[in-house]
């Protein structure tokens, strides 16, 4: 029913679902490990009444590219690419929601962006 859809960017080609295109409330949500952006499907025709949404695949998850992920740099290899994405996308705010390690992401966005 989703169709899944690709974006590049500097960094990498993401993989991502999006529903809702054209709401005003926007909201990015993240998979956790072992995971991809498929976990967030069953959400999308309640989540799509009220927001434009984009489940993205984590590098090195799902159809996004399988690019290393520098260890050192805790969870910023996924930061950096969500900006780049959002960047890509023309979302200045937006709501960003993570489950398990996604949510890591996702505090670590907020803290550097």
């Known amino acids: 029913m989703y169709q899944r859809q690709s974006l590049t960017t500097r960094r990498l080609t993401t993989a991502f679902y999006r529903t ?8 990015m949500l993240l998979h956790g490990n072992v995971s991809s952006s498929d976990f967030y499907l069953p959400l999308f ?7 434009d949404v984009v489940a ?43 489950w398990s390690m996604g949510g890591c992401v996702a505090m670590q966005y907020a803290i550097d962006h």
């Open 56 to 98: 993205p695949d984590l590098r090195c998850f799902g159809a996004t590219d399988a690019l290393p992920v520098d260890a050192r740099r805790g969870f910023r290899d996924w930061t950096d690419d969500l900006f780049e994405l959002t960047q890509a996308l023309g979302w200045d705010r937006f709501a960003l929601a993570g």
């Open 45 to 51: 025709p309640i989540l799509e009444q009220v927001f």
């Open 20 to 27: 809702g295109e054209g709401n005003p409330r926007k909201l």
